[in-house]
Every structure is written in structure tokens, then in C-alpha cells.
């Protein structure tokens, strides 16, 4: 019985509040909400730079992305925040009895077919992530939780196009 | 007064400490409210599963409210927090981008390092897609450096621009909140499904 209990997802207005309250502490200990893209993108300006230093160098992206990050490029505050994502995520799922090596997927579609379409989808995430200067963590949820206009526009891009394109890949999901 | 790194209340230093542990809980609670499953995460796009939308709007506002009120209280300066600059047509073109990977992939960048973190084999390959999209990003910069830097209009309130008072415009988007999460309870009735 209690191992059950334990198994079973918070009442999601309970982890948004919860959310809320990590967002919260993120600006009033780093003035800047939480995020998820830029850890990304910081892994790989460190990875162009080292295996490609000339190359790097000769670029004004990685050059930018440089100089505003004063020292090592994995030394920002989201790259620190991600490890804590993986820390956090892996006791939470401990906790609850959810640590298992699997493909998650439809009954309906094939192992294979997921990964190809879990590949793409985070192709075009990453992408877009670099458009919108944040992804739903950076740009929509902690920018709508400062009130930016930047923020409420990409999020109701992200969700408004998810939406308008259900239909076309329903096959993936029912 | 925060923002405590700002103020030098906090080294450099324990500000990126502080960074992993506040990664900790936004890890734990996003693993514990059922984000790192993509078949949960997409049933938001075919109404069986609004788990999405509950969470992620009671969190913007919870944070929306709290930064209000540390404002009132003096406890957060708000002038310093950082704000999001809108490039209108980079952000138009970067959601929809994202929308399209989001609905493909069933995951967000944040999310997917949760499923990864528990063994989700196929979170870790949308994060390999995800280095992959930076990268062309990247690479291609001069393709998409127009469309970039397009529609700079600096970093204004949303408030602002609806030329409403913050307060009121909170009042609002509650409203809507409230709206929405009716909406939400009434989907899930109507489109459900048991084992997923």
C-alpha cells in the first residue's frame, strides 16, 4: 500500500506550485529564471572550441557566446542547474520506483520508429531553442513568469503549432 | 535584497552551488509531476493528458505572483531580474519550430533530461537531437543571422504593450489560468484514456 501511494505522480496543481517556488528561488538568488537550451547550447561551444579551436575562433557565435561567458564556456549558471536536473529527476524517480532502461512508446508504433521521431523532434527543438533565446523552461515559463512579451510569444508558438500539428502525428501518440 | 548574487550577498561561486541545487528541485519536481514521460507530456495536444498545462500554468503564476509580491515587499529588485528580449519574428519562428520538434518528439529540452536521468533511452536520443539543432544553429549562423536579430524591440512587459498595470494584467492571465485549467478537467473527461 505504501509503496503504491509512492509510485503515483503529484496532483499536478500541487507540482506547479511547486514549480512556481523553483522558479521563484532561481530569480531571487540569481536575478535570471530557470532553463534548460543554454546548457546545451554552452556543451556545445566547449565541445566546437576544443575540437576545433581555429574554427571556433573564427566565428563570431562561439566568439560571442565567449566573451559573455567570462572563463569556461560549461561554467555558467545553467549548466550547474542541469547536473542538479539529473541529480533531481534520478531521486525523484528512485524515490518512486521509476528507474528502468526502456524505450517508452505507442503500443501502436515500433521502438525504432520512436527514436527516429524522438531524434528529429530534438533536432528541431535545439534549433528552434536558438531562435526563440530560450526553450520552454527559459524563454516560455520564466519569461511569462517575469511578464516579457518575448516569453507569452513563444509560448503560444510552442504550444499553439504543437497543437496545430497533432493531427498530422497522431499516429505516434494514439 | 535580491537578487542575492547581484547584490554580492552570495560569491560567485555559491551562486553556481546554489544553481545545482536549485536544479535538484526543478529536476525532482518535474520528474514528480509525470514530465518525464513523452506520452504524458504529449496527451496535452490530444486532450487525454493536461497534466502539462496544469503544471506549467500554476508554476508561471505561483512565480509570477511571488516575484510581485517580493517586489511589494522589498525583498527582490525587480528593475535587475533578468528580462527576456523580444525579437518578434525570431520568437514567432523559434516557437513554431519548437512546436513542430515538441509534437515529433514528445519531450522539451528540460524534460528530457528527466526522462533521460531515469532511463528513457529515447530522451537520451532527443537530447543527441537537441546538440544536433544547436549545432546547425551553429554551423549555419550566417543563414539565420537575419532572422535572428529580426523584430528587436528590446525587452518590454507584456503589460506594456497591452498598456494595462501589472497588477491588473496578473489579475488577468488568473483568470485565463482558471479558465484553462476548467477547460483542462473537462478534456480529460471527455477524450479519456486509461493505460498509457
Known sequence: MEKDRSRKYWNPYFGGVMLGL??????????????????????????VESIAPAHADASP??????????????????????????VGAFLSGAWAGRLKFRVEHSPKITSRRRLIFAGLGGIFFG?????????????ALSGMAVLSLGGFITMIFIF???????YFFRKLWI | MGPLSFYEIISENTNLLLAFVIGIGFGFVLENSGFSTSRKLAGMFYGYDTTVLKVFFTAAITAMLGMILFGLFGWLDLSVVYVNPTFIWS??????????GFIMGGFCPGTS??????????AMVFIGG???????????????EKLYLSGNIGAPYIYDTLGMSRG???????????AAFWGAEWAEKKFPRDEY
Open chain 2, 91 to 100: 520568437a514567432i519562428a523559434g516557437g513554431i519550430i519548437m512546436g513542430a
Open chain 1, 61 to 86: 557565435v562561439y566568439k560571442e557566446f565567449s566573451e559573455s561567458h567570462q572563463g569556461h564556456p560549461m561554467k555558467s549558471w545553467l549548466v550547474f542547474e542541469m547536473v542538479g536536473v539529473l
Open chain 2, 130 to 144: 537537441l546538440f544536433i539543432g544547436v549545432l546547425i544553429f551553429t554551423e549555419g549562423y550566417p543563414l539565420f
Open chain 1, 127 to 139: 534549433l528552434g531553442s536558438q531562435l526563440g533565446r530560450g526553450c520552454t523552461s527559459g524563454a
Open chain 2, 168 to 178: 491588473a494584467f496578473a489579475l488577468m492571465l488568473i483568470i485565463i489560468a482558471l
Open chain 1, 160 to 166: 499553439g503549432t504543437a497543437f496545430a500539428l497533432a
Open chain 1, 22 to 47: 523553483v522558479l521563484l528561488a532561481a530569480n531571487f538568488v540569481a536575478g535570471r529564471g530557470l532553463g534548460s537550451s543554454g546548457a546545451v547550447k554552452s556543451a556545445v561551444v566547449a565541445a
Open chain 2, 113 to 122: 533530461f528527466c526522462g533521460a536521468a531515469i532511463g528513457k533511452l529515447d
